[in-house]
């Protein structure tokens, strides 16, 4: 039952197979496994790369059987379209193209699986790459917020310097005034006369200016810190919304273009692999000798080919004949007398009936 499958599986005929020994039977579903296994490693690596593009096991799962039917059928297809000749050369240019269509096979088989062998190494560079884009994100998003920010933090350095300069005039005022009354500076007087009272007026004023001042400038350095936090928060909602986008980078071609950054040499010797195994069936056609199953085949389509011919010819003459005959029986017909009166008879009731028809016509235009 399990070599029947197989056999099947090779695309040989199974009733010409079944007239050949039991090591020619072997020969077949042996390639026949072939091609099956091949199938179920390209139905796996399939599912698996489908997984990663769908994260859905029902989806990966159903699609990854429909590519294997696929290669299964493709590799079929070429093992049995191979015929054996006498001449290895032309079984060669017979299996080149189908060769070529095995190597591109074997490229989309394997890309998956190397995916799947190399996936630690693999998260690494993504892990890598992720923290990069992270860092190049938040640089990028700073820019549009880092100069209102700054223009802001200057206006409260500017609100704070307006302060600190008031009260460097006012602390002024004070030692100004107190030497007077001390008589160490101004008049030299000791006591508090008119021109201390206007010192001291005078430093009042610039006090009250300066209380007045540090409320004012409170208040606009708490609305412009409001401002900034307002900024901060929406860079930081910015950063939360664009983070899952990074956080997904881990699709399929991130993966390959992350495999491409690891030493070539596994990826090589796997692709090695896989080719091995998807032009195997073919080589093993192409260096197993003729046996009965070629030969018999062979004569099957040779005399397929030669009753094609002999029906072909056959018609040919068949219609060659039957036109020659055709033109001697209308030759000697034409001969005939009593065949030319009833024509000319038949052609006469005509023309009578025409002449008839357009004097009815003119007649009625009249």
């Known amino acids: 039952m399990l070599q029947r499958f197989f056999i099947f599986c090779s695309g040989a005929d199974t009733d010409i197979l079944e007239e050949c020994s039991a090591g020619e039977q072997t020969k077949y579903a042996g390639i026949g496994a072939t091609v099956f296994f091949t199938a179920v490693m390209a139905t796996i ?78 998260n690494q560079i993504l892990l890598e790459e992720k923290n990069v884009m992270t860092l190049e994100n938040k640089d990028q998003l700073a820019l549009q917020y880092t100069p209102s920010i700054n223009a802001l933090s200057s206006e409260i350095e500017t609100l704070k310097n307006e302060i600190t300069d008031k009260e460097i005039v006012v602390n002024s005022l004070y030692d100004v005034y107190i030497s007077e009354a001390e008589g160490t500076a101004g008049t030299e007087l000791l006591g508090k006369g008119p021109v201390y009272q206007e010192k001291r007026d005078k430093h009042d004023a610039e006090l009250a200016a300066l209380t007045e001042l540090r409320t004012t400038n409170a208040t606009k350095i708490e609305a412009i810190e409001s401002q900034i936090a307002t900024l901060a928060s929406e860079y930081q909602t910015k950063v939360a919304e664009t983070q899952p986008v990074i956080d997904g980078f881990d699709g399929l ?89 009833y024509k000319r008879k038949k052609a006469r009731e005509l023309m009578q009936l025409q002449a008839d028809a357009f004097y009815k016509k003119q007649k009625s235009i009249l």
């Open 45 to 122: 690596a399939a599912t698996y790369a489908l997984y990663t593009v769908f994260d859905t096991y029902y989806t990966a799962i159903f699609f990854g059987l429909i590519w294997g039917l696929l290669i299964f059928n493709l590799d079929r297809f070429i093992v049995s379209t191979i015929k054996k000749r006498e001449n290895f050369f032309d079984e060669f240019l017979q299996a080149a193209p189908r060769l070529l269509l095995a190597v591109i096979i074997a490229v989309v088989i394997a890309k998956p699986l190397e995916l799947k062998i190399f996936e630690k190494e693999i």
């Open 253 to 341: 071609m991130a993966r390959v273009n992350a495999l491409e950054k690891l030493p070539w040499l596994p990826s090589f010797f796997i692709f090695l692999l896989f080719l091995a195994i998807e032009t195997s069936p073919i080589f093993a056609k192409l260096l197993s000798p003729r046996g009965a199953y070629d030969l018999k085949l062979e004569e099957q389509e040779s005399a397929l080919s030669s009753w094609v011919v002999q029906q072909k010819t056959q018609r040919e003459v068949l219609i060659t004949t039957d036109r020659d005959v055709n033109n001697r029986v209308y030759a000697d017909i034409a001969e005939e007398q009593e065949l030319y009166d």
